[in-house]
């Protein structure tokens, strides 16, 4: 088990092809920012912005990596990134979701 956000987010980007899942455990609410996780069994809150909000929206199960990193292209807000760029920052958000166990990889 990955013991570092580092290394959460080398597993989160390690194959761009892993399907991705919201864990059981969390809760969720929009803000006008973003939305708030909850993760009641590990007593961890996240905050996601308005981007970071569109990778949790695709983290069902059939989506992966590379799915969510070319939706984010889609985006005006993120349309002008590269698509590394964008894969870079899915990953990130991934590695943090993973971290605080609000995702898993779909077996």
């Known amino acids: 088990m990955p013991s ?3 290394e959460l ?3 989160a980007g390690s194959e761009l092809n892993t399907l991705w899942e ?3 455990t969390v809760l969720w609410a929009f803000t006008s920012d973003g939305i ?3 993760n009641f ?3 961890i809150c996240l905050e996601l912005d308005a981007t970071a909000h569109v ?3 695709y983290l069902d199960g059939r989506h992966s990596t590379k ?3 070319e939706k984010l292209c889609e985006l005006p807000a993120r349309g002008d990134s590269s698509p590394d760029g964008n894969s870079a920052f899915v990953i990130k958000v991934i590695g943090e979701l ?3 166990g609000f995702i898993r990889s779909r077996q």
């Open 4 to 6: 570092s956000i580092s």
């Open 9 to 11: 987010r080398q597993e």
């Open 22 to 24: 919201k864990s059981d």
């Open 36 to 38: 708030v996780l909850h």
């Open 41 to 43: 069994t590990q007593g």
């Open 55 to 57: 990778v949790w929206s």
């Open 67 to 69: 799915d969510i990193a």
């Open 98 to 100: 993973l971290a605080g």
